[in-house]
C-alpha cells in the first residue's frame, strides 16, 4: 500500500506513549477519503488499517487513552 499514499497527515506523539505512537497518512484516489494508520510499538509497525480520513484526528486527540 505504500504506493497508494499521497501524504503524510500527522505522526506522534513526539514522546512515544508507553512505546507507541501513530502515522496516519492520506490515500491517493480512489481511496482518498480514508487513510492509512499505522500503530508502531518502539518504530516498528504492529498495527495498520485503513480509516475514514475526516476522523483521524480523534485518533491523535485520544491516543494516550486508546
Given at each position: 500500500m505504500p504506493d497508494m499514499i499521497e501524504c503524510i497527515a500527522?505522526?506522534?506523539?513526539?514522546?512515544p506513549d508507553r512505546g507507541y505512537t501513530v502515522r496516519a497518512s492520506y490515500l491517493k484516489e480512489?481511496?482518498?477519503a480514508d487513510a492509512l494508520i499505522e500503530v508502531m510499538r518502539y518504530g516498528e509497525i504492529v498495527?495498520?488499517?485503513?480509516?475514514?480520513?475526516y476522523k483521524i484526528y480523534n485518533i491523535q486527540a485520544h491516543f494516550g487513552e486508546i
Open positions: 500527522f505522526k506522534g506523539p513526539n514522546t480512489p481511496l482518498s498495527q495498520s488499517f485503513v480509516f475514514p480520513a
